[in-house]
């Protein structure tokens, strides 16, 4: 269902230290110095072509997190961002940028994240009803009823293994992201998670995600479970299918009240 992950919003640059005296002997409170407007254009430079791909052009979250808000998985402080930018988090999306990004660059990126952090009054996206966690577990772990979820995915190591596994997804994924993954399973799917389709030369076709390929042989899964390994040599044809192993219809099969109970539960993952 959803995909694999990954993960960072440096407040506005330096603090001016301490107080001045003022005429009178009158001490004024310190301000803020005033964001370099250099620093803050090459941040958002860093920001567009390295991060926004996963977590929105805004940083509202997509394939990734949401940085505008007070939620990190990882640590929110200058220091746990830097670290996160820096090192990455292996099995999700965030790569590891320490080594093609200099010290000063990570601080000018963390600034410019800093900046989009949402403020209290602004609205945010919000499902159509409200639903029930308790009622949405079930949905999803119900393997004789109408979607079946956990014969695909994990939770907490419960269910199966075909799809990606979903523990804390609420802290992984936006969600805006989440619903549309549910709704729209296809219309974003990670690399990991592509499936392929191979022509036998005994007329078969089989589809299924691809565990591994090179230019000689091609492994994949069957959502069955069923593992298969093939030299190309022995195939007619192996076509990459732009189309997810999860139904397309859930919001045909499912009444708008089970949609949302679902994505109550998933929301309730963090």
């Not at 860093?46 to 990734?64: D, Q, T």
Request: charged fraction near 25%; charge should be positive; proline fraction near 6%.
């Amino acid at each position: 269902m959803l995909a694999s992950v990954a993960v960072l919003p440096w407040a506005v640059v330096v603090m001016a230290a301490g107080a001045r005296q003022a005429p009178q002997g009158k001490a004024e409170t310190a301000k803020p110095a005033a964001p370099d407007p250099a620093a803050m254009a090459e941040g958002q430079a860093l920001f567009r072509g390295l991060c926004s791909g996963c977590h929105g052009g805004a940083g509202r979250g997509g394939k990734g997190p949401d940085l505008t808000d007070t939620k990190w998985l990882h640590g929110g402080t200058d220091a746990d961002i830097a670290r996160t930018i820096q090192n990455g988090v292996p099995g999700t999306t965030m790569k590891k940028l320490g080594d093609a990004l200099k010290p000063q660059q990570i601080r000018h990126l963390i600034a410019y994240i800093r900046s989009l952090a949402r403020s209290p009054s602004e609205s945010t996206w919000r499902p159509y009803i409200p639903g029930d966690p308790r009622a949405g577990r079930a949905l999803f772990f119900d393997l004789k009823g109408k979607v079946q979820c956990a014969r695909c995915h994990s939770i907490g190591g419960e269910g199966g293994r075909i799809g990606p596994a979903l523990d804390r997804i609420a802290a992984r994924r936006a969600p805006e992201f989440i619903m549309e993954s549910i709704l729209e399973p296809s219309k974003d799917i990670s690399p990991e998670y592509e499936t392929v389709a191979v022509a036998t030369k005994d007329g078969r076709v089989i589809i299924g995600i691809r565990i591994n390929e090179t230019n000689f042989n091609i492994q994949l899964r069957e959502e069955n479970g069923r593992f298969h390994s093939y030299m190309k040599r022995d195939l007619d044809a192996v076509k990459l299918q732009q189309k997810s192993l999860m139904p397309e219809n859930f919001g045909e099969q499912i009444t708008v009240k089970e949609l949302h109970d679902l994505f109550a539960y998933l929301m309730s993952l963090e």
